[in-house]
């Protein structure tokens, strides 16, 4: 197969300083993307940037990249990075939103500052930033923009109520994107990735961390930004080599227009049977 290449694309990835970030942005800048490099704004003891370190490391290694310092859940800060994009390269084709934080502790215990830290980078920066670049996406009739959720979002997670409740917000904006960019060339599609980060490697046993290098979730992430991938709103998973679809189906269930309260339990059964389903084409079907 042909090397899928990304020459005089330029992209955007969001919180690159580090972890599955850097990972996106390093692939990408080695398949040919100048790549704006965005993460934090704080210096190491050198005074570098996280952003400002991989840049430099992308640029040594012959790739282009510039590197754009502030949290996407910052006030500006998204239009700050398509700005920097435009300035760098004079144009944008490519949106990864993968910036993210964790403020974990149990439900009752969370307090507003922690569901707002969360929000503000993981749902309000992947929405503020696309909405940024969306116009350039429009009008120039190309765009790839893919979004990160988690699975924690998808399926729950312990004392991670903030942060669930982020990434499944992010599914909801990445469909309804994918939806409204179809008549523009603008495919928006989701990653689930599973992957030994600063912000996980707590959580996971040593032995794993090398198995679920970032490394091995960017070609998933890199397929997604590539202007021959034809898939829209779709969620993926990859963790490990492994790469898989996650979706939302419904159940061919069991249908009564007329049904009471003690029918729904007496067929409780078929409603939650997954022998048969299908994936919904619009938001609101009526059953079969």
Same mark, same amino acid.
């Given at each position: 197969m042909t090397e899928l290449r990304f020459d005089d694309r330029v992209a955007?990835? @969001?919180g690159a300083g580090g972890g599955l970030g850097r990972a996106h942005a390093r692939l990408l800048a080695a398949r040919g993307a100048k790549v704006v490099v965005n993460?934090? $704004?704080r210096a190491d003891g050198a005074g570098r940037t996280p952003a400002a370190v991989l840049a430099e490391e992308i640029e040594s290694a !012959? !790739? @282009?990249a510039v590197a754009h310092n502030a949290s996407v859940g910052g006030p500006g800060a998204a239009a700050g990075a398509v700005t920097t994009a435009l300035q760098a390269f004079g144009r944008l084709d490519i949106v990864v939103n993968?910036? !993210?934080?964790? =403020? $974990? =502790? %149990?439900?009752l215990?969370?307090?507003d500052q922690e569901l707002k830290d969360v929000l503000d980078v993981h749902f309000h920066g992947t929405f503020d930033l696309t909405q940024a670049a969306w116009g350039l996406f429009r009008d120039q009739g190309y765009g790839r923009v893919v979004m990160t959720t988690s699975v924690a979002g998808l399926f729950g997670n312990l004392g991670q109520a903030n942060y669930a409740s982020a990434k499944a917000a992010v599914v909801g904006l990445g469909r309804t994107l994918a939806v409204e960019g179809a008549r523009y060339g603008i495919k928006v599609n989701l990653v689930s990735p599973g992957a030994a980060t600063a912000m996980t490697a707590k959580m996971l046993p040593a032995d794993l961390h090398e198995e679920m %290098?970032?490394? =091995?979730v960017a070609p998933m992430v890199a397929y997604l930004c590539h202007e021959s991938c034809a898939v829209t709103g779709e969620i993926f998973h990859a963790v490990a080599g492994r790469f898989a679809r996650n979706f939302v189906a419904v159940t061919d269930g069991y249908t009564n227009p007329g049904a009471t309260v003690e029918d729904v339990a007496e067929n409780l059964g078929a409603i939650m049977d997954t022998t048969s389903w299908s994936i919904p084409s619009q938001a609101v079907e009526l059953p079969r």
């Open positions: 955007v990835v @969001t993460d934090i $704004d !012959g !790739g @282009t993968n910036a !993210g934080v964790v =403020r $974990d =502790r %149990s439900f215990k969370m307090n %290098s970032p490394d =091995r």
